[in-house]
């Protein structure tokens, strides 16, 4: 592919992906983020350091993760082949470890001596706490209270990993009050801290770094298929919050135009209620929040709101700039999906297949159980199953009626 | 052509007493309230009136200023409001400098040429943008200064003397020096290290400097003031609105409170090079 006409060249220096991204951060984090990107470049490079992150996830990680072929559910949806990346089956149980390890080693070589993150549904949280415990450095992590509450189980493996949970009472108390509190937290610690951002957000060269660290998802994805299938997959779909599992999963396609990519967005109680979702792309428009620019969910005067969706990994206003990029170029199809149609699929998922999704990937599993019937049996369509639904049992059990 | 900035740090210099920037949160803990506190603080011993543009979500502000901040938002105001509050204190003080200062995303929503149109008329002299350093000029510094608004700098401990010619560069008005790695409201660590910092930056520009984040009491006022051509005081004063509440309203102590304590602090000012 002639590079010059590629949709994966960004970012570019400016840390820009067409109008989106940029370096919106407060002078006091400026010569920070502009030491990591140079560290980034470097390390990028290294051979030793190359070697390390691909050591960690065949050893630690337990990388490759399958590609499961859904025989069941692809029956059952009459259309064409449903396939799962197992991303699930990852060490701490999600997609976010891929990116932990790859800052971990980072942060260890720019001498810092404190980690914190913010985490939703507590997956990046976990993973953060995880290699934290692995290398041996203390760790804060910023969680909204409301998500502190209906994610229990990620909030006890936290502690029990050696991580300090704080959680945060401002707005609604979900993932946006957690960042904000952990930007806080950053700009008064900055000479000692690193913060191990989770999503394919914030200043540059954060979405670019997570985009990388996530690549491998597609990248195997892409290798799996074709040595199964002998071709490229028809369609490949993720839910998308901040978006580090989608843009990882669809980085490795967006220069083929014969596979189709959809990204799966939170519509909550529906998009036509107001502050009722949180799709930001479908129902929002660009704006500057948390160091870059990007479709976000706002008031006629430009503050943020809350939005909101039953999933806490995906409750979040914004998105990583590069798919507001991919969202303008329509490369990429991004479609709300309710609550409800969540729910849905997290059930018909675990009793057909016997896997418990995250609710963040029954988003995911949502659209492909509209998309799948739509295409002939001689079709496929790849999900990144990007986590796992241990930490949802209970709040799923509540909605249904399973718990008094 | 000279300013109203200019002009006010002028006479500072000739009277040989550093200048005090009052910020407030425009229309806390009300509009109406909110119109009162800003009309009342020239007499009481601001020069400078930094007038916040609240946002919900205030990345680089501690608890004080957040909730100062979401008082105005749940009073209605928005940027427009602000704007309005400036015109209006316009219509009785032709000299007080009005500095904006706030986060990017509300003025990129309305429109950076609206804004600057609207700002300008207003009688607005500066712009000080917690997120746009000076990687993002073209956003909204370099047409602010086209449009003949001063774009005032945030400049913090590690801002390096590598990197302080290319944070100055577009800055003009004054140098704002943030005195900590921090938010708004935590407490100042070596006041010392500040007056240092003061000449480190004064060797790379002729712009006055003025220091802020961490100056609560008069004696820091007196103390800081020694070493700066002036201070900013923001998180006391909000919170000193948000104490003089009852159920969330305003009462008859909230305009005096923020009156009397800006009072206290230009008389500290004064005794700092007595």
């Known amino acids: 592919m002639d590079g010059t006409n590629s949709l994966r060249n960004g970012p570019d220096e400016h840390g820009r992906f067409g109008l989106y991204g940029g370096r919106f951060v407060a002078e006091t984090l400026m010569p920070l983020i502009l030491d990591l990107e140079k560290e980034y470049r470097a390390a990028k490079v290294d051979p030793a350091y190359q070697a390390e992150i691909k050591d960690l996830a065949t050893h630690y990680t337990g990388r490759p993760s399958p590609l499961y072929y859904a025989e069941r559910l692809s029956k059952h949806l009459g259309g064409a082949k449903v396939w799962f990346k197992r991303e699930e089956l990852n060490h701490t149980g999600s997609h976010k470890i891929n990116n932990c390890l790859g800052q971990i080693l980072l942060a260890k070589r720019m001498g810092k001596t404190r980690i914190i993150a913010e985490t939703g549904a507590g997956q990046h949280g976990v993973a953060t706490a995880t290699v934290c415990a692995k290398f041996d450095l203390p760790c804060t992590i910023f969680m909204g209270a409301t998500d502190v509450e209906r994610q229990m189980p990620n909030v006890l493996r936290m502690k029990m990993l050696g991580a300090e949970v704080r959680p945060v009472t401002a707005g609604a108390g979900t993932l946006k009050d957690a960042m904000n509190e952990a930007l806080r937290d950053w700009v008064t610690n900055v000479e000692n801290t690193y913060y191990l951002i989770g999503t394919a957000a914030g200043p540059h060269p954060y979405p670019e770094m997570v985009r990388d660290f996530q690549s491998v998802i597609g990248t195997e994805l892409k290798e799996q298929f074709r040595e199964l299938e002998g071709k490229l997959p028809d369609a490949v779909v993720a839910c998308v919050g901040g978006g ?58 430009g503050q943020i709101l809350e939005g909101h969706s039953i999933s806490a990994g995906l409750d979040y206003p914004g998105v990583g700039p590069e798919h507001s990029y991919l969202h303008d170029s329509k490369r990429v199809t991004y479609v709300p999906i309710t609550d409800n149609e969540a729910l849905e699929a997290f059930q018909l998922c675990t009793r057909m297949e016997g896997i418990i999704p995250a ?36 709040s799923v059990g509540k909605y249904l009626g399973l718990l008094k | 052509m000279t300013t109203r900035i200019d002009r006010t740090f002028a006479a500072a210099k000739a009277a040989n007493r550093p200048l005090l920037a009052a910020y407030v949160m425009g229309g806390d803990p009300d509009l109406a ?32 200023i957040q909730m100062g901040g979401q008082r105005a938002l749940k009073a209605g105001q928005t940027l427009r409001g602000v704007l309005g509050m400036v015109e209006e204190f316009r219509r009785k003080d032709e000299t007080t400098p009005v500095v904006l200062m706030g986060y990017y995303n509300p003025i990129y929503s309305l429109g950076v040429d609206k804004f600057l149109t609207l700002a300008k008329e207003a009688g607005v002299d500066g712009l000080i943008i917690v997120d746009l350093p000076a990687e993002e000029d073209n956003e909204l510094c370099i047409p ?70 961490g100056i609560k009491t008069a004696d820091d006022a007196a103390e800081i003031g020694r070493h700066a051509d002036g201070i900013a005081v923001g998180t006391v004063l909000v919170d000193a609105v948000g104490k003089s509440l009852v159920d969330g309203k305003a009462t008859d102590k909230t305009v005096a409170a923020v009156r009397d304590l800006v009072a206290d602090l230009a008389g500290g000012l004064k005794r700092s090079r007595a």
């Open chain 2, 144 to 213: 602010a200064l086209k449009a003949g608004l001063n774009f005032i700098r945030l400049t913090t401990p590690t801002t390096d003397d590598v990197r302080l010619p290319t944070v100055l560069e577009n800055t003009s008005g004054f140098v704002y020096y943030v005195s900590m790695n921090g938010v708004t409201g935590a407490a100042i660590k070596s006041r010392g290290a500040v007056g240092e910092a003061v000449q480190r930056i004064k060797a790379h520009t002729d712009l006055p400097v003025i220091v802020g984040f």
């Open chain 1, 359 to 394: 609710l963040e990937s029954a988003h995911g599993l949502a659209q492909v159980i509209k998309l799948a019937p739509t295409l002939g049996p001689d079709k496929s369509v790849v999900l990144c199953l990007s986590g796992r639904g241990d930490k949802d049992v209970e």
């Open chain 2, 33 to 64: 309230t909110g119109q009162a506190i800003m009309n009342a603080l020239p007499q009481a011993g601001a020069d400078i009136i930094e007038l916040g543009l609240p946002f919900s979500d205030p990345m680089a502000d501690g608890v004080a």
């Open chain 1, 244 to 301: 580090s599992n989608a843009i990882g999963t669809f980085h490795a396609f967006l220069d083929d135009p014969e596979v189709a990519i959809y990204g799966a967005e939170a519509g909550g109680h529906g998009i036509e209620v107001e502050n009722g979702h949180a799709a930001s792309m479908t129902g929002g428009r660009p704006g500057v929040l948390h160091g870059n620019r990007t479709y976000l969910l706002q008031d006629k005067d």
